[in-house]
Structures are given as structure tokens and as C-alpha cells.
């Protein structure tokens, strides 16, 4: 019985001795940096550039939708917001560009609004929704438009809402 055991032993060992000759990656090591700017919104390679006086980007570089006096942008002789019960849409509240520098590649841009009385379009009012698909070619941008709901609003409230926006490339 002992003989079998060293046997056993023996035969472990030289299995883990064969494989330890086989392999010459024992293991690598090495430190690399990741440099990515964080820049403003109309500085990025997925651009987003206000299209109405009511879209602005703010000195944080974010983009910026404010239908009020508040807006730095605000147009002379301009309403101080929107009428309740009332519905409003703005054609190319802001564009969405691609400015990637691979050719031919397109990006596929999703956006969405966490609020029901904003929502967004491409081409027709009548189909906007809280959440846009779209494709945008290399070199070119996409008009995005907005409609607010004043359904069930009074003077004096106001809608708040939060875009979020997501880019990838198309398939």
C-alpha cells in the first residue's frame, strides 16, 4: 500500500513539474496611464449645440434648456414661460453632431426625458416621446426638437427634467 502512495505521489509530482517546464508566463506586472478630457458639451466629438435661444451651454459646459426669464439667453420681448394647459413645441431646440474622426462611422444616439411633459422629436411634434432613437452619419447632426406639456399646471409652478443622452456606434 505504501509503495502505490509514493507511487501516486511521485507521478503528481512529475505531472506539475512537466507542466511547470511548459509554461514560461509566470506573470506580468506593468502601470499605464488613462488620459481622457472631460470637456463642454459643445467641444466634444459628439457635439451638442443649442439651436433655440432657449437652449444655452452654461459655464459648467453642460447643456441647458430654461423657457423663462432666468435664461441668460432670454429674447426681448419673450414669454416668461408657458401657458397652462397649453402644449409647445420648439423645432431644433438643440443638434446632436458627429464629429468622430473614423470615417463612415455613424452613431446611434438614444435620448431620453425623465419627465412626461417633456418630450422630443426629430421631424414631427405630433410624435414626440419621452425617449428618441437615431442614427447620426459621420460629419453630420441631427435637429432635435422639444415639446412642453403645461397639462394640469398653474402660473407660477414650473416642470423640471433631467435628458439623458447615450451615443454608440451604429450597427
Not at 473614423?102 to 438614444?110: D, K, L, S, Y
Not at 460629419?139 to 435628458?163: A, R
Request: glycine share 10%.
Amino acid at each position: 500500500m505504501f509503495e502505490r502512495l509514493v507511487g501516486v505521489v511521485l507521478l503528481i509530482g512529475a505531472l506539475v513539474f512537466a507542466l511547470g517546464i511548459g509554461a514560461d508566463f509566470a506573470s506580468y506586472d506593468a502601470d499605464r496611464s488613462v488620459h481622457v478630457a472631460v470637456v463642454a458639451d459643445d467641444q466634444e466629438l459628439i457635439d451638442l449645440d443649442p439651436g433655440q435661444p432657449y437652449a444655452y451651454i452654461g459655464d459648467d459646459g453642460k447643456l441647458y434648456i430654461d423657457i423663462s426669464e432666468n435664461n441668460d439667453n432670454y429674447p426681448d420681448g419673450g414669454g416668461l414661460g408657458i401657458s397652462p394647459d397649453a402644449k409647445y413645441s420648439f423645432d431644433c431646440m438643440f443638434n446632436v453632431s458627429n464629429h468622430l474622426w473614423e470615417e463612415n462611422v455613424t452613431i446611434n444616439v438614444t435620448i431620453t426625458s425623465n419627465n412626461d411633459l417633456v418630450k422630443l422629436y426629430t421631424n414631427d411634434p405630433d410624435e414626440a416621446s419621452t425617449s428618441i432613437n437615431f442614427n447620426v452619419p459621420q460629419g453630420e447632426e441631427v435637429c432635435v426638437g422639444m415639446s412642453f406639456d403645461g397639462d394640469g399646471k398653474s402660473p407660477g409652478d414650473s416642470i423640471e427634467g433631467q435628458l439623458t443622452i447615450h451615443a454608440e456606434p451604429a450597427e
